[in-house]
């Protein structure tokens, strides 16, 4: 049983947004809009700030998130030296699954490994089973490739269709 909250989307939900966030940045690392929401996302917690710092060098040239990841030492203070290690880990783990596994067994292990229902516990049971109802789309789409997933995704948006929330 689902509920559909008029003016908001299930695919347009916060903790929904975020993992396809995640998914999109694990799937492609050099798209700098999903690695920002990705980067800012709970599950990693990087300040504004520091994007923009990951964002700019000295010069003030513009750099890909993902390729600043990769010496965020020299850019960003120590207090998000643990984040942004993370951000690595995470990346190292899941980019070379993204389209080598099927979608549901890439979303389950990744919703594991970053224990994003604890994460999530705080907005109360609907946002968890928001994401248990997540997980069984990817399922039911027995879809292989992280990106076809996406696509799917996107071609319900655009035609209209709406998900509904799960009943709280």
């Not at 509920?3 to 939900?13: C, D, L, M, P, W």
Request: aromatic content about 10%; hydrophobic content about 45%; overall charge negative.
């Amino acid at each position: 049983p689902f509920v559909t909250v008029a003016g908001v989307g299930f695919y347009e939900r916060p903790e929904i947004r975020d993992l396809l966030n995640m998914m999109v940045a694990l799937s492609n690392p050099w798209d700098d809009t999903a690695m920002a929401g990705f980067l800012r996302s709970p599950a990693v917690g990087l300040k504004d700030a520091s994007l923009y710092r990951l964002r700019y060098d000295e010069g003030g040239e513009v750099r890909s998130y993902y390729q600043a990841l990769q010496t965020y030492e020299t850019c960003l203070p120590e207090s998000e030296h643990r984040a942004a290690r993370w951000a690595l880990e995470i990346l190292e783990e899941f980019v070379p699954l993204a389209n080598h596994v099927s979608v549901a067994d890439f979303l389950t292990r990744l919703v594991h490994f970053l224990d994003y229902r604890a994460i999530l516990m705080s907005g109360g049971a609907r946002v968890v089973r928001n994401l248990d109802k997540l997980l069984e789309d990817a399922r039911e789409s027995q879809l292989i490739q992280v990106s076809a997933f996406l696509e799917y995704l996107t071609f319900l948006r655009a035609s209209g269709v709406r998900a509904g929330e799960a009943v709280s």
